[in-house]
């Protein structure tokens, strides 16, 4: 495993839409790369109170949701993240969030949606559609 200092984290939101990056204020936080297991990651970090809710809407449905963060240094480039939120502890200064997820390559993504609509384009729907995405993903 290794362990890194989390400097910043941003969850992905859509307002009206369109994406955007809702910026959480980090008193402290860890990111740790589990490496014996294929890419996944955990993050805890220390918000503060007024911050919670942001979190526990998506651990009380259990729903994966997308982060950017920037980890070690302020000057590093944000990595992306698909993660659940685990766990979450009321402290006497704050609040402790756990996350639990896997990096999320941009590059990966930008194919997949390119895939995507490729297939929308020529018409593919339903059963077909997922059926036909997997076997363009995955070859």
Same mark, same amino acid.
């Given at each position: 495993?290794?362990?890194?200092?989390?400097?910043?984290?941003?969850? %992905?939101?859509?307002?009206?839409? /369109?994406? *955007?990056? =809702?910026?959480? #204020?980090?008193?402290?936080? $860890? &990111?740790?790369?589990?490496?014996?297991?294929?890419?996944?990651?955990?993050?805890?970090?220390?918000?503060?109170?007024?911050?919670?809710?942001?979190?526990?809407?998506?651990?009380d449905?259990?729903? %994966?949701?997308?982060?950017?963060? /920037?980890? *070690?240094k =302020?000057?590093? #480039?944000?990595?992306?993240? $698909? &993660?659940?939120?685990?766990?979450?502890?009321?402290?006497?200064?704050?609040?402790?969030?756990?996350?639990?997820?896997?990096?999320?390559?941009?590059?990966?993504?930008?194919?997949?949606?390119?895939?995507?609509?490729?297939?929308?384009?020529?018409?593919?729907?339903?059963?077909?559609?997922?059926?036909?995405?997997?076997?363009?993903?995955?070859?």
């Amino acid at each position: 495993m290794k362990t890194f200092k989390l400097i910043d984290l941003a969850i %992905e939101e859509r307002v009206d839409g /369109t994406e *955007t990056h =809702k910026e959480i #204020h980090i008193d402290q936080g $860890l &990111v740790i790369n589990q490496e014996e297991s294929d890419n996944h990651w955990l993050l805890e970090c220390v918000i503060s109170n007024d911050q919670r809710d942001t979190f526990e809407k998506y651990l009380d449905k259990n729903e %994966e949701f997308n982060i950017w963060v /920037t980890i *070690t240094k =302020k000057t590093n #480039h944000p990595a992306h993240l $698909l &993660v659940t939120a685990k766990n979450i502890i009321t402290l006497d200064k704050g609040v402790s969030i756990l996350l639990d997820g896997r990096m999320v390559s941009n590059r990966f993504k930008q194919e997949s949606e390119g895939i995507l609509e490729e297939l929308l384009e020529e018409g593919y729907t339903g059963q077909e559609l997922l059926e036909n995405f997997r076997k363009n993903l995955y070859s």
